[in-house]
């Protein structure tokens, strides 16, 4: 994250950490039940050749480089499902179940550190100008060779499609499953390492999850708004694949 604060992992306690064994550090996601882990696609871009025993997920993490058996909890993978329609050129659909597995067969379990976040009611759309809070161990500067050592966040505002897409900002290439972000002088976004975390956003009275940080241009360069794909347009697809039976828990 650019810009914005440092911030303890309770504030965003549906904050993932998601690690390659070999490569350390690669993503973050968003706890959407005990067992499961929404995150990005683009994470697993190599598709098949991620080897799920390769991959690590942390929760209740606030530094990355250090452990608190306190407040942590580790997994492995039980499944990885990649949008069938992830498109690696455009990144739409750009979105991805992770199910948790750990030794004793439980999932996480809720803790002042560890907590699920709510998915959007069905359909439900903000206007454009409403603020919503991003969390992530990404750069904390586009041109700086390490992740942020503890957690950040900081506030963005929504903009509309229709603004987005025009010719000064992204020229037509944020589809419906996608939406812009930003803040108004551009002084803070998401940036690499941030991909898969979170975009929530409260209303009446909770935090939703809204969107899932996924690409732009740089990080917080003018004009440049951060990509985030729209959660509401998966509930179906969030619930077809997890046998969560509702469609949304808001
Ligand atoms: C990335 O490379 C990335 N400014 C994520 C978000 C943004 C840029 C890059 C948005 O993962």
């Known amino acids: 994250i650019v810009g914005g604060s440092f911030t303890p ?5 549906w904050v993932a950490a998601i690690f390659h064994k070999r490569y350390g550090f690669l993503c973050g996601g968003t706890l959407i039940s005990p067992c499961w882990v929404l995150t990005a696609a683009h994470c697993f871009s190599d598709g098949e050749d991620t080897k799920l025993t390769h991959l690590a997920i942390h929760l209740g993490k606030s530094a990355i480089n250090e452990t ?15 949008h069938e329609k992830y498109d690696d050129d455009n990144f739409n659909n750009d979105i991805a179940l992770i199910k948790l597995k750990s030794k004793n067969g439980g ?16 359909h439900t759309k903000l ?5 919503c809070s991003i969390a992530g161990f990404g750069k904390e500067r586009s ?3 390490q992740f942020s050592q ?13 603004e987005c897409n025009k010719e000064l900002y992204y020229e037509n290439r944020i589809t419906d499953n996608m939406f812009c972000a930003a803040s108004p002088d551009w002084s803070t976004d998401a940036c690499k390492g941030d991909s898969g975390g979170p975009l929530v ?27 985030y ?16 039976s509702e469609y949304t828990n808001g």
């Open 9 to 13: 992992i309770e504030s965003h306690p």
């Open 68 to 82: 608190d058996a306190r407040s942590e909890q580790g997994f492995t993978v039980e499944k990885l499902i990649m």
């Open 107 to 122: 999932c996480a379990v809720k803790s002042a550190s560890v907590r699920v976040a709510c998915l959007p009611p069905l």
């Open 127 to 131: 206007p454009a100008g409403f603020t």
């Open 143 to 145: 041109s700086a060779f």
């Open 150 to 162: 503890y957690l950040k966040h900081a506030e963005v505002k929504l903009m509309s499609n229709a």
């Open 201 to 227: 956003c409260e209303a009446s009275g909770r935090m939703f999850l809204f969107g899932v940080v996924s690409w732009g241009e740089g990080c917080a360069l003018k004009n440049k708004p951060g990509v």
């Open 229 to 244: 794909t729209e959660v509401t347009n998966y509930n179906k697809w969030i619930a077809e694949n997890t046998g969560l």
